[in-house]
């Protein structure tokens, strides 16, 4: 058993995160002062099953979401489970619980999925060349999990937040370079290195 300490919702993302990214497996345990315990039991990395008090799968996700603070421990020789659940896949679960209510509630209604390109746009300089960032995102995403796994994702989405809808060569190169930083393998990194400037024509 591992004891993460108290943590915030932000740092109890992060603890999250890094099991992900470790490829982990075991239960995550999050203790409230209450009593109230939130359990998710992980599979090399992937999230199978989830529960918070009376609340399992997909309710058990929302009731994650709204809480303050905790107790993380993590246990892996532990994967108890009750039932099979349909859950939505490890990213998009880790994309659900750290969106708050009142994060959600000040989106605006149908912007997220629009965009003003669908195609890079290619200016007479190689440095004046701009890409779509959620058409990038996709492609370093799809090119990375294999290395990664769900991470691939969390690293996107986190590094595009404060992108622009268009963004420059030199934002493109950056987000490459650390998802390689990512995948920690010099000769993996190269060839998704390689895929991803192939795809996005950068050389």
Request: one cysteine or more; charged letters at 25%; proline letters at 3%.
């Amino acid at each position: 058993m591992v004891d993460g300490g108290i943590l915030d919702h932000r740092q109890f993302i992060k603890a999250l995160v890094t099991l992900c990214r470790e490829r982990s497996s075991g239960t995550v345990f999050y203790n409230l002062s209450s009593g109230l315990s939130a359990r998710i039991v992980m599979n090399r990395g992937e999230i199978s099953w989830l529960a918070f008090g009376e609340h399992r799968g997909a309710e058990a996700i929302e009731a994650i979401r709204l809480i303050d603070s905790g107790r993380m421990s993590f246990n892996p020789s532990l994967k108890l489970t009750i039932g099979k659940q349909t859950l939505p896949t490890t990213p998009e679960i880790l994309k659900l619980i750290n969106t708050r209510s009142h994060e959600r509630k000040s989106r605006p209604k149908g912007t997220n999925h629009k965009s003003t390109n669908s195609k890079p746009i290619n200016n007479q300089s190689s440095l004046g060349r701009v890409f779509n960032k959620n058409e990038v995102c996709e492609i370093v995403v799809k090119e990375s999990t294999e290395f990664v796994g769900p991470i691939a994702r969390i690293v996107c989405d986190e590094y595009m937040k404060s992108q622009p809808t268009q963004i420059s060569l030199n934002s493109v190169h950056k987000l490459i370079d650390n998802m390689v930083l990512d995948i920690d393998d010099e000769a993996k990194g190269n060839l998704f290195k390689g895929r991803v400037n192939a795809l996005l024509q950068l050389d």
